[in-house]
Nanobody
Framework: QVQLVESGGGTVQAGGSLRLSCTVS????????MGWYRQAPGKQRELVARITRGGDTNYADSEEGRFTISRDTAKNTVYLQMNSLKPEDTAVYYC?????????WGKGTLVTVSS
């Protein structure tokens, strides 16, 4: 079956960087888009960044210029490079793959940014 597995989370100080990875397995089709979402305690899950099959990207306004989403098709892996991290970036980050009408989700990786 299709699996999305995140890695790369951890604890960093404000201003630091992390690189998240999402590896997809068990897939014989291509997603229309893949993305990163995050959910902080007491808040709704929100979009951080996404990349389409054609390579187009978009970001949440708060992340533009600090985060970069990319992919390595040969490795079935999507990355999220996060720079200049802020305490408000603290959340569980989830990898998403969309192929209408289905969304696939990873189990998440925790990012904690200390002040």
């Amino acid at each position: 079956q299709v699996q999305l597995v995140e890695s790369g989370g951890g604890t960093v100080q404000a201003g630091g960087s992390l690189r998240l990875s999402c590896t997809v397995s068990g897939i014989i089709f291509s997603f229309n888009a893949m993305g990163w979402y995050r959910q902080a305690p007491g808040k709704q899950r929100e979009l951080v960044a996404r990349i389409t099959r054609g390579g187009d990207t978009n970001y949440a306004d708060s992340e533009e210029g600090r985060f970069t989403i990319s992919r390595d098709t040969a490795k079935n892996t999507v990355y999220l490079q996060m720079n200049s991290l802020k305490p408000e970036d603290t959340a569980v980050y989830y990898c998403n793959g969309n192929r209408p009408p289905i969304d696939y989700w990873g189990k998440g990786t925790l990012v904690t940014v200390s002040s």
